[in-house]
Structure formats: C-alpha cells, structure tokens
C-alpha cells in the first residue's frame, strides 16, 4: 500500500459492507476521502466480478452524500426485492444517475433492477450494464 498515511479510506455510511441478503451479494460502494473526485467497486466470488472504477466531481460534501444516498436506497430496494439473489450486482451513483453493473439471472431480471433502480426517490436515470447468464 503506498501512501495510505496521507489517503483515508472509507465506506460509505449506511450499508457499507457487502450486503449478504438472502444468498444476494451487492457490492459495496468504496470512497476516497472528501476532496478527493474518485471511487471504485470491486468484487468477486467464483467466475463471477464486478469492477467499477469512476471519477466523481462534486462541489460540496452535501452533493456527495445525496448520491451516497441514493446508493443505499437503491441497494436496499434490490435486496427486498430479490432480484439479485445469489448475484452480483454493483450499485454506483453520479449526481443521481445510478450505474447498475453486475451479473444476474436473466434478461428479465437485469430491466427489474433497473426499474427499481429508477423508483428511487430522487434518481435522475439509471445506466444499466447488467449482464445475465
């Protein structure tokens, strides 16, 4: 690890960990101190991986917890509903757009994600990269 004295590493508040829902596995979402623009998701289990590397702007501590947010909400939508039981599904958010990646179980199953996704209150669109097998 290099440099890690003058970078902190943190999980976002609320649901910070892998959320381990009835055999679901949702990525966690992983941020870099305040005043730093960047974030990345990586997780895996057997021959299945979600790595999601992106670049945040935000002007205010204020803008970064609305999507921190939005991440939880819709993180937690997932898990009640199932859809991604015994998958792999990777949440992010840019200014209330969700970015939805991961594997699922069907073509059916990654457009009921992104549905719920959109419900959120407050999500402004959803990028779908779902893939099923």
């Known amino acids: 690890m290099r440099n890690m004295r003058n970078r902190k590493i943190t999980a976002v508040p609320a649901l910070a960990i892998a959320l381990l ?35 945040h702007h935000y002007n205010s501590p204020a803008e970064r917890a609305n999507d921190d947010l939005l991440i939880t909400e819709v993180k937690s939508a997932l898990a009640h509903d199932g859809v991604a039981d015994g998958y792999i599904v990777a949440v992010d958010c840019d200014h209330g757009k969700i970015l939805l990646s991961g594997v699922v179980k069907s073509a059916q199953a990654a457009k009921h994600a992104g549905e719920i996704a959109a419900a959120a209150q407050g999500v402004t669109g959803v990028d779908d990269q779902l893939k099923w097998h």
Not at 32 to 55: F, I, L, M
């Open 21 to 55: 829902v009835g055999g679901g596995l949702l990525a966690s979402n992983v941020r870099a101190d305040p005043g730093t623009a960047d974030s990345a998701n990586s997780v895996s289990r057997e021959n299945d991986s979600v790595k999601v590397q992106a670049q």
